[in-house]
């Protein structure tokens, strides 16, 4: 699927430090060597209108990113597959506002505002099956580019603006309310750079506005570090909005970065520990809220996990095919929030067992030239590893919030 291309997708097209610096060539003489060319300009982008359709990815009673094919093969531990049907929910109770990653590949350093087929594709695997439950709202903004974070991986100036990604967020945020909210719960869904976003929003807006925290059933802030003091589930990036740890509770935080329970965070890791002193980074496993190991409900792409990851190979040892866009393998995977090294993360565990048909190996590495860079962990599948669950914890958190809460499910 190539809806991952998250800013680890950027890598293989990056240079590596790991390549051989050629000689320097012998100065010229003449003629003169021609000046390096100026670097290229972008006009402005104009703000986006949100009083307008064309300026969101979804919005709900349209046919757009969020009204595609979410049919699943779910293929069991003996090998046998069926195809489950999805269906949207017709008469949503409560509303999701999402906020996608880093996946524009326009040239300029912050996006253009039209409709790419990465942001399609994006919307397509993290938000959509949200619709089988709430009503979606997804806006687009001038996010920092594809483009713009090459550069700074090159160590070149860019011209990206971050805080103009984000006012374009809190715009969209206020649009909703006024246009489309009328006292409904909602809940906030981000990963990467968005989930950064929303968690500005969250610690400078809704905090601070009692009838927008009134409104918050829960914030999934994913692939991203949120900031708590060791053993607590307030404090440092959020005063008043703590961490969810159970179904039941609303108005909370669900957060994670995720790596593979065999390969934890190296030293360079950019994920899974917070620069605010004294604290450390959240995680909170949402097939497990209230903590220990558990069997996700992982729902992955069919063909992997997108242009920075190896190709996932057959799901099943006949290579039978998949004909959805979407799988999943119940059992297969287990999740626990782990601290290790000054590192708090989400260890991710493939439940293999050679003596089965189905697959052993999952992928969602970042990979260059051939080599997985491990301080990027699993982001590529940060929301497949566990989107099941975040969709079922979305229910679950929005009848509590309407005060009819749903008896939880046994482990």
Request: net charge neutral; hydrophobic share 40%; aromatic share 8%.
């Amino acid at each position: 699927m190539k809806y991952l291309l998250t800013t680890a997708a950027l890598l293989a097209a990056a240079p590596t430090a790991a390549q051989t610096t050629p000689a320097a060539p012998p100065a010229p003489v003449a003629p003169m060597a021609a000046p390096a060319a100026p670097p290229q300009v972008f006009a402005p982008i104009p703000a986006p209108d949100y009083n307008t359709d064309a300026a969101w990815l979804c919005r709900p009673g349209r046919q757009d990113a969020c009204a595609v094919d979410q049919n699943v093969t779910v293929i069991a531990a003996n090998g046998k597959a069926k195809v489950v049907k999805f269906r949207a929910e017709p008469a949503p109770l409560y509303d999701c506002f999402y906020v996608y990653p880093t996946v524009s590949l326009d040239p300029s350093p912050n996006s253009d505002l039209n409709i790419g087929p990465e942001e399609k594709q994006v919307a397509a695997s993290q938000a959509a099956r949200f619709t089988s439950k709430c009503r979606v709202f997804a806006p687009m903004y001038r996010q920092v580019t594809l483009t713009a974070l090459r550069d700074v991986m090159a160590g070149k100036a860019t011209a990206a603006d971050r805080k103009l990604a984000y006012l374009d967020v809190e715009a969209a945020w206020y649009d909703y309310l006024k246009r489309d909210n009328a006292g409904r719960g909602v809940v906030l869904i981000g990963h990467s750079q968005g989930a950064g976003i929303l968690k500005q929003l969250v610690a400078g807006v809704i905090e601070k506005d009692p009838d927008m925290r009134r409104k918050l059933i829960a914030a999934y802030l994913i692939g991203t570090n949120v900031a708590v003091p060791p053993g607590g589930d307030v404090g440092g990036d959020f005063q008043r909005v703590k961490l969810c740890k159970s179904m039941q509770q609303f108005g909370c935080v669900v957060t994670y970065t995720t790596f593979r329970a065999d390969s934890p965070p190296p030293a360079n890791s950019r994920f899974s520990r917070v620069e605010m002193p004294g604290m450390v980074a959240a995680c909170t496993n949402p097939a497990a809220l209230g903590g220990g190991k558990a069997v996700t409900d992982a729902i992955f792409g069919a063909k992997g996990a997108g242009l920075a990851s190896a190709p996932m190979g057959p799901w099943t040892t006949d290579n039978a095919p998949v004909n959805t866009p979407f799988v999943s393998v119940p059992g297969l995977i287990s999740a626990e929030c782990v601290s290790n090294g000054g590192f708090t993360y989400l260890a991710v565990t493939v439940n293999a067992d050679p003596a089965d048909p189905r697959t052993d190996t999952i992928v969602g590495d970042v990979t260059v030239n051939g080599a997985i860079l491990k301080d990027w962990g699993l982001h590529l599948i940060d929301m497949p590893v566990e989107m099941g669950n975040l969709v079922s914890l979305s229910e679950y958190q929005a009848a509590s919030w309407r005060g009819v809460p749903m008896k939880e499910p046994k482990r």
